[in-house]
């Protein structure tokens, strides 16, 4: 499975065009060092702010084009909109990201606002919490599907700096996966920072560099679909990256949480290059440690995924 997504993802990069050089996404500086070249993409690493991002990314409008065709179509299908994965990801995604958010913000949050709210469960599990929820969402197919299916408030649109939507009313605006997908990331979180009340929060989740399913890429690059993953992911950040697009909009960092699935990321990697490991005793043991493994990791910050919390504070 893994390889056959991995020479899909291959053959999309394939086919689409790579611009000039851009320069870094959240502070606009050009110095920066090589990281991994995947699919013809070059990462890079911002010398200054430290953010990874894709120096030779596809244009804005062909990036749209990707996210309309029928390729990312059936990829947002098959990976959320169906009733059995949409009961797995409330109970293994939902559930846990959204308890965290609850122990750490004010009890009197009321509203919650998702923005690319995807498969919906987020916004399911914040509505079972007593949250009066609405999602902001783009993909028509997952719009038409947590309305009729889910009974979700969602919102077909974009964030602009003329139609901020309703998140000047909320008490919680969450991105969890959207930033980096964003050609100006910057420029959504300015319109955040300036719609956004005074002791709101905003929780966003993004991938993490470094880590070790960063480490396992960067080693082999020919078998990559997820973090660093062009040309859908522009930007990989570090705290230090996120911290200070986020914090230079008047917002204040109350709690982090790192995450991922960079054991997984790993031996499936591994199990794609060794013939037979997937038939081993090995294989087996590896699979029901994978959460000890993880542990382990993340103890160690190196997790290819945060969850950060800030709050507004002017």
């Not at 991994?36 to 953010?51: A, D, E, K, P, T």
Request: with cysteine.
């Amino acid at each position: 499975m893994k390889d056959e997504t991995c020479l899909a993802n291959k053959r999309l990069c394939e086919k689409v065009t790579k611009s000039k050089n851009v320069s870094c996404l959240v502070c606009g500086n050009n110095e920066s060092n090589n990281i991994v070249n995947i699919y013809g993409f070059n990462y890079v690493q911002c010398n200054n702010c430290s953010l990874v991002y894709i120096k030779n990314p596809s244009s804005t409008a062909e990036i749209e084009d990707i996210y309309n065709s029928d390729y990312y179509n059936k990829m947002v299908r098959d990976l959320l909109l169906s009733p059995e994965i949409a009961e797995y990801r409330v109970e293994s995604i939902g559930k846990p990201k959204v308890s965290f958010i609850r122990e750490v913000i004010s009890n009197n949050a009321k509203t919650w606002v998702d923005i690319g709210c995807g498969g919906g469960e987020i916004l399911s599990v914040a509505k079972d919490c007593g949250y009066k929820v609405e999602g902001i969402e783009t993909n028509k197919e997952a719009v038409c599907y947590l309305r009729d299916h889910l009974g979700l408030k969602v919102t077909e649109m974009y964030i602009t700096e003329d139609s901020p939507g309703p998140i000047r009313e909320s008490d919680i605006v969450s991105l969890f996966g959207v930033l980096e997908h964003l050609p100006n990331p910057k420029g959504l979180i300015n319109i955040l920072g300036k719609y956004m009340h005074n002791g709101s929060y905003l929780i966003v989740e993004v991938p993490k560099f470094p880590s070790l399913s960063c480490l396992s890429q960067q080693m082999f690059p020919d078998l990559v679909n997820r973090v660093m993953a062009p040309p859908f992911h522009l930007s990989i950040f570090t705290e230090k990256s996120i911290d200070l697009l986020v914090e230079a909009n008047n917002f204040s960092k109350i709690a982090v949480w790192h995450y991922g699935q960079d054991f997984y990321e790993f031996i499936t990697t591994l199990a794609t290059k060794i013939d037979g490991l997937k038939s081993s005793d090995l294989w087996k043991t590896l699979v029901e440690l994978i959460d000890k493994f993880q542990a382990v990791i993340d103890e160690n910050n190196l997790s290819d995924e945060m969850l950060l919390i800030y709050n507004k504070t002017i």
